[in-house]
């Protein structure tokens, strides 16, 4: 306080005084700035410091011109800090506002009620609440079940469900591949739900329904057809789509809008696609990308192993049993291998 104490006092005094001698005064003191500060790069700078620039930055135009300890960009951040403080401080209420917080023993009760009554809607849990003296919104309500925890016997029932008949269920879907010309082949494939076996594939620049009813046809031949088939909203199945797998006696199921998920055992089969051998590859041509997509689903089928298969493969690759010597075999050009025991 006395060193500010004397800052004022000495521009007080320069204020008497001529300008010539307060101009060889600044400069002389310059240069002693700029000796202190190649002693001392960063000058360590108190809380008087900052406010007196502040201060000066706030009544005087100039300010930044006369900086040497500082930059510019400093006193403005002291000044956003200084701001934010200044705020916080005047804004500090004693009680709190905004919207009363659900108490623990009340959420606890609606997660179990959504557990116990998967049935049951906001307005029946907000009856029962209710009647048990709990003062809260229906709306309320409707925003907790939303955070409440699912339970997983559920997903499991459905999975056992899946899997008890994924003998009945195939699936079908496109995906693009961009060409060395920066054209777009369309690439359809028909996939079981049970081995994940790729039924049939093919590719065109053009597709149609016609012609998707076609490759339906080549896919399930000599009435082989599963129970039901899942695929997507895609425009290019039009009407004549649908109609065609009632006919081959399958129970056509729609995916819902912007719903690939639905659709899970293709999405995962177009991603391993891509990730095993698309995304290292550049196609030439139709014929060049349909020999390259023989040559992976032969290596799908007979050589990749599966999570979802338990380690298996498709076509149920045998395990090795005998104990010789290691031979590898490289598959789709050298981007994967496969590995046997000598007999």
Not at 52 to 66: D, G, P
Not at 179 to 199: A, M, S
Not at 319 to 324: C, D, E, F, L, V
């Amino acid at each position: 306080m006395l060193s500010l104490f004397s800052l004022w006092f000495g521009v007080l005094v320069r204020l008497f005084r001529r300008r010539g001698s307060l101009v060889l005064e600044n400069m002389v003191l310059r240069q002693q700035l700029a000796v202190l500060k190649r002693r001392r790069p960063r000058p360590s700078l108190n809380i008087v410091d900052r406010i007196f620039w502040i201060a000066v930055r706030r009544f005087w135009s100039r300010w930044n011109q006369a900086l040497i300890v500082v930059t510019p960009e400093t006193v403005v951040r002291w000044h956003r800090a200084g701001f934010r403080l200044y705020w916080r401080l005047i804004s500090k209420v004693k009680k709190p506002i905004g919207r009363m917080q659900t108490p623990k023993e009340v959420r606890e009760l609606i997660f179990r009620m959504v557990r116990e009554n998967p049935t049951r809607g906001a307005p029946r849990i907000h009856g029962e609440l209710l009647m048990l003296g709990f003062d809260i919104s229906e709306r309320t309500i409707s925003r907790r079940m939303k955070r409440a925890p699912r339970n997983p016997e559920l997903a499991k029932r459905w999975l056992a469900f899946l899997r008890n008949h994924r003998e009945a269920i195939a699936a079908m879907d496109f995906f693009t591949v961009p060409t060395i010309t920066f054209g777009v082949l369309y690439c359809f494939f028909v996939i079981t739900h049970d081995r994940r076996h790729i039924l049939h594939f093919n590719i065109t620049k053009h597709p149609t329904s016609l012609w998707v009813v076609q490759q339906l046809r080549e896919a399930f031949p000599f009435e082989s057809a599963a129970r039901f088939l899942i695929f997507d909203r895609d425009g290019k199945y039009g009407l004549e789509v649908p109609v065609a797998v009632r006919s081959m006696k399958m129970s056509p199921v729609r995916t819902s809008f912007e719903s690939p998920w639905e659709n899970g055992v293709a999405e995962r089969w177009v991603e391993s696609c891509r990730r095993d051998l698309l995304d290292h590859v550049i196609a030439v041509n139709e014929r060049h990308l349909k020999r390259l997509l023989s040559e992976y689903v032969c290596y799908y089928h007979e050589d990749r192993t599966h999570l979802g298969l338990e380690k298996g493969t498709p076509n149920n690759r045998p395990r090795s049993t005998a104990s010789g010597r290691i031979f590898c075999h490289a598959r789709l050009g050298g981007l994967h291998h496969r590995y046997d025991r000598a007999a």
